[in-house]
Every structure is written in C-alpha cells, then in structure tokens.
C-alpha cells in the first residue's frame, strides 16, 4: 500500500470524480490533485488508464513518502 498524488489538467466535475472512488480530489488552480492509497502498481496503472480514457491530461504522478524527521517529532 503506497500513497499517491496525481495530478491532472483542468477541473473535474462530479462524474469524471465518480470514475476514482479511491481517491480524495483537491483543485490546485487550474488542475485537479487526486491522493489516496493505492494497493499495488496494477491499481496506479488502472487509475492512468482512466485518466485516458476520459481524455484528461496526466501531468504528474508522485509516491508520497512520509518524512521520517516529521513522525518521530513529539509536541
């Protein structure tokens, strides 16, 4: 289980967002964020796939690594 952020051109409406059940939507200016935790690369895969075939633009796929220096810090 990993934890990604994808981010495509433009501004998804409800239906488009409908086709990623698994992933949280933020609009960053003029693109969408989708982020969630994806099980294995058949899954990442399967999400590109659906980027395509609504004909969206892919412009970025990162793995969200959680800083070690952040989680061991105590208040």
Known sequence: MKLYSIRVKGHLGAMSL?????????????????????????ALFGIVTQIEALGLELVEIRLLVPNPDQSERKG
């Open 18 to 42: 409908a086709a990623f059940p698994e992933m949280v939507s933020q609009q960053r200016g003029a693109d969408c964020v989708l982020t969630g935790v994806l099980p294995d690369h058949s």
